[in-house]
């Protein structure tokens, strides 16, 4: 799949969330990257930003948080479509939920991580 290819089918996954999921994200952007910078990390995506439980540090002009999806490490892992899709749907609801404030360890609970 090429870079634009991978880019629709992020924003389809993100159309395809619910409305509650969504609806309270602020100030936050979706990027696609091609990789980690970090080369010893398979990162699928990272919340870079402030959650909301940390919000009481977040000020005016804050440039804005960021979701950031990894193509080449969806790519890498997933045989076909469906599990591509599978696989950044995921991702975007594991790094929303970060927004949110939940952590790793209560993903794994949730089996979202």
């Known amino acids: 799949m090429d870079d634009d290819g991978f880019e629709r089918l992020v ?3 993100l159309d395809r969330l ?9 100030n936050v952007v979706f990027v ?6 970090n080369p010893d990390e398979e990162l699928f995506g990272l919340y870079d930003g402030w959650s909301l439980t940390e919000r009481d540090r977040y000020g005016m002009g804050e440039l804005p948080d960021r979701i950031i999806v990894y193509r080449e490490a969806h790519l890498n892992v997933c045989e076909d479509e469906a599990a591509l899709r599978d696989e ?5 609801v594991h790094e929303i939920a970060h927004f949110y404030g939940i952590d790793d360890d209560r993903l794994h609970e949730l089996g979202w991580a």
Not at 32 to 37: F, G, I, L, P, Q
Request: aromatic residues 0%; without cysteine; hydrophobic residues 40%.
């Open 88 to 92: 950044v749907h995921t991702t975007l």
């Open 11 to 13: 924003i389809e996954e």
């Open 32 to 37: 696609v990257e091609a990789r980690s910078e």
């Open 18 to 26: 619910p409305d509650d999921m969504v609806a309270g994200l602020d």
